[in-house]
């Protein structure tokens, strides 16, 4: 019999806390990430106000420097702690899937210059479109819809940019280009991307509306990535006959392995806390996990370095808080922890190499407090031992330290 009936997880997208151990291995704009911390700058320099995350426990969370505005609670109502990243890298893919278990000891490929021509002349001769070379390097999203959005429009040509991520991302507009032929085009950039020397996580389609000027990237976003290459606790669930429910691009991010139950892209993350809402309501779910992303924190604030931004949906999100703790039943778990950092007072867009924080609660508990620092796999390794199943390849359960 399970401990907890049903487990929720939610991953706050890029929500760091502070320098790994071993962040200066990792760079940003040439700058090593040893510095970087999500929200201890962020806390410091425009100041944070998430009392429902605090009462969890996250201003307890063991720190050189407390978080300045979020303050320690002397009797929180849950568990936190902070884990460490064992896997070689700082990416959405790597991350997800370090938590689902997996170990990844080879970071997938980037391209700091751009794509190979090799890789640009195949997507050319597949779509009859013929490709913007200036855009093809590390470039924020909206960034490079802006700058040749107009150019697009006139021509019909394709914007395909990366970013520090092992990812290849072709902006088009609806108007011009449409979904559906940049799905296809997407898929076929994934059929080429599948081993080294571009062996890319995802390929994600990147679709825009607007006027020059004006440009707004819609909800018809869709991320193509590669299968897992070994078994992750979703795998072990679904085995078993274990509902498993995806929110937002958690389904893109594991290609589908393992979820039984998906709920769709979020528009937003309040979209994303709706349809969380909306699982966890279900009759349907009696039994099972629920695994959500919400990635505005990483997509809309991180990356376009933008801390106030990133506050205030800090924010929106602690807001949200208790009607998802409403709608848990007693035997119910909540788990609230990110992928990777974001700090968006650091130098570059890039990720961080960080800790994540780590937060549970259940209106079961009789206990709260501190659990001890470990890693992202232990998150799973919880998972299987709470729902009887083997564990993946790594992580260490801490089930027993939740009563």
Known sequence: MSKFNRMHLIVLDSVGIGAAPDANNFVNAGVPDGASDTLGHISKTVGL??????????????????????????NPTGYATKLEEVSLGKDTMTGHWEIMGLNITEPFDTFWNGFPEEILTQIEEFSGRKIIREANKPYSGTAVID???????????????TSADPVLQIAAHEDIIPVEELYRICEFARSITLERPALLGRIIARPYVGKPGNFTRTSNRRDLAISPFAPTVLDKLNEAGIDTYSVGKISD??????????????KSNNHGVDNLIKAMTSEDFKHGFSFTNLVDFDALYGHRRNPQGYRDCLHEFDERLPEI????????????????????????????????????????????????????????????????????MIGESFLDKLV
């Open 49 to 74: 106000n998430v009392p429902n995350m605090a009462k969890l426990g996250l201003g307890n969370i063991p720190r050189e420097q407390p978080l300045k505005t979020v303050p320690a609670e002397s």
């Open 147 to 161: 700058d040749f959005g107009p150019r697009q429009m006139e021509t019909g040509e394709l914007i395909i940019y």
């Open 253 to 266: 991010i594991f290609n589908g392995e393992g979820i039984n139950h998906d709920m769709g892209h979020n």
């Open 325 to 392: 703790i409403a709608a848990m039943k007693e035997d119910d778990l909540l788990m609230i922890t990110a992928d990777h950092g974001n700090d968006p007072t650091y130098a570059g867009t890039d990720h961080t190499r960080e800790y994540i924080p780590f937060l549970a609660y259940s209106p079961s508990f009789k206990c709260s407090g501190l659990i001890p620092v470990g890693h992202f796999a232990d998150i799973s390794a919880t998972i299987a031992d709470n729902f009887g199943v083997e564990k993946a």
